[in-house]
């Protein structure tokens, strides 16, 4: 957050994204971009309240994780921290999600956030190795499917 601020303002013309692992995945990171008029894209880790739409979950990666697969895409895993190399199919969801602020984080205000979550996951995982699954979150707009293939290959 403090390196957010820092780096302050950029000119209009530029995007500029702060990229970051779960241990961005955090409220006042999000409220330093929008105040310094940056985005952000973090691999998410807290299950964050949200604002619910109809009758669906109250929490974020609950959420997402129950979004149907709007696309998939072969995927080359590589070999490494005791990963077989191995290709794969990856499945591809991703909407706008509205998080509600921590309620006991008195710093983070009341004002909402909106952002768009990108899920990248695997169905069929071979025996003998963990599933891929990376679920992240951006202030980027993210309305198509292009959009959502971009970002995972950023981080």
Same mark, same amino acid.
């Given at each position: 957050? *403090?390196?957010?601020?820092?780096?302050?303002?950029?000119?209009?013309?530029?995007?500029?994204?702060?990229?970051?692992?779960?241990?961005?995945?955090?409220?006042?990171?999000?409220?330093? !971009?929008?105040?310094?008029? &940056?985005?952000?894209?973090?691999?998410?880790? =807290?299950?964050?309240?949200?604002?619910? =739409?109809?009758?669906?979950?109250?929490?974020?990666?609950?959420?997402?994780?129950?979004?149907?697969?709007?696309?998939?895409?072969?995927?080359?895993?590589?070999?490494?921290? %005791?990963? +077989?190399? *191995?290709? &794969?199919?990856?499945?591809?969801?991703?909407?706008?999600? &509205?998080?509600?602020?921590?309620?006991? =984080?008195?710093? !983070? %205000?009341?004002?909402?956030? *909106?952002?768009?979550?990108?899920?990248?996951?695997?169905?069929?995982?071979?025996? %003998?190795?963990?599933?891929?699954?990376?679920?992240?979150? +951006?202030?980027?707009? +993210? &309305? +198509?499917? =292009?959009? %959502? !293939?971009?970002?995972?290959?950023?981080?």
């Amino acid at each position: 957050m *403090r390196q957010v601020t820092r780096l302050g303002n950029f000119p209009a013309e530029a995007t500029v994204v702060h990229v970051g692992d779960r241990g961005a995945d955090m409220f006042p990171f999000f409220q330093a !971009c929008r105040a310094t008029q &940056t985005h952000f894209l973090v691999r998410a880790f =807290e299950n964050r309240r949200i604002e619910p =739409e109809a009758e669906r979950h109250t929490h974020l990666l609950d959420e997402v994780r129950a979004w149907p697969a709007t696309a998939s895409r072969p995927f080359h895993v590589p070999g490494s921290h %005791g990963r +077989t190399a *191995r290709s &794969t199919i990856v499945q591809l969801a991703y909407g706008a999600l &509205t998080v509600l602020p921590p309620r006991f =984080e008195k710093r !983070c %205000g009341k004002e909402p956030l *909106r952002v768009w979550a990108i899920r990248v996951w695997e169905e069929q995982t071979p025996d %003998g190795e963990e599933p891929l699954e990376w679920l992240l979150l +951006t202030s980027v707009s +993210t &309305t +198509t499917l =292009e959009q %959502g !293939c971009r970002a995972r290959w950023v981080v």
